[in-house]
């Protein structure tokens, strides 16, 4: 018995065969297993040499002598190096950067203050601020991808504010745990010591801001990126 064409099999919507072409489906193209959504969180090689590059300025800048002060942390242009990490490369990147900081000296290079490394920094007064840096790149990052991408005007102001507002959300809390932990000081000695810091950190946060909006006129790129998945 012969087929006719209403007898003929006919191919299965959606198998990429028939005269109009292939239809894929969703998550058909590209690498297998992919969701046919461009991934924005794979960090490309300009990523990695960024947060390279960040790490090395946090160390440079965290090594540069410093003001020692009675409680046995000295002021330093750590919180300036991280600030403005956390605003140019976003949250993840900006995190990483400063995690890759941190990791090198607990694993013993001196990239800390007083050319200092290795995990004995960790039972000192300064843990609790060392230990705060990536989650502050990480907040600050945050922040500073709301402000980048809702206003157009005062951008130094409102990154200003972020950065302040991350200080003393999660630096200042955490450094004074750790001067009571490892410093043995009472909170309210504690906090008298962490006072200590607060003029300093307005003026690294306001200067963070207007390095940040400057970089972003220079190379604008930097502050268009999908930063929330950076």
Do not use: C, E
């Not at 006719?4 to 109009?20: Q, V, W």
């Not at 995990?119 to 990536?134: C, E, H, K, R």
């Amino acid at each position: 018995m012969n087929n006719t064409s209403a007898d003929a099999p006919r191919p299965l919507s959606g198998t990429g065969s028939g005269p109009h072409g292939s239809h894929r489906s969703p998550g058909s193209h590209g690498s297998p297993g992919s969701l046919g959504t461009p991934s924005r969180s794979r960090w490309t090689s300009a990523d990695l040499s960024l947060i390279a590059v960040f790490a090395a300025l946090t160390a440079v800048f965290s090594i540069l002598p410093g003001v020692p002060l009675g409680a046995g942390v000295p002021i330093t242009l750590q919180t300036l190096a991280v600030m403005l990490t956390g605003m140019l490369l976003g949250p993840g990147r900006g995190a990483a950067a400063v995690g890759l900081f941190l990791a090198a000296g607990l694993a013993g290079l001196p990239v800390f203050s007083g050319f200092r490394g290795g995990l004995g920094v960790l039972a000192g007064p300064s843990a609790g601020y060392l230990l705060s840096f990536p989650v502050a790149a990480a907040v600050v990052g945050l922040l500073s991808g709301l402000v980048l991408r809702r206003a157009r005007r005062g951008r130094t102001v409102l990154l200003f504010a972020a950065g302040l507002a991350t200080s003393f959300a999660v630096v200042h809390p955490a450094g004074i745990a750790g001067l009571m932990l490892n410093g043995h000081l009472s909170f309210p000695a504690a906090l008298a010591a962490d006072m200590a810091f607060w003029p300093g950190d307005v003026l690294k946060n306001l200067l963070a801001a207007a390095v940040a909006v400057s970089v972003f006129k220079a190379f604008p790129r930097m502050a268009v990126r999908d930063r929330g998945a950076r």
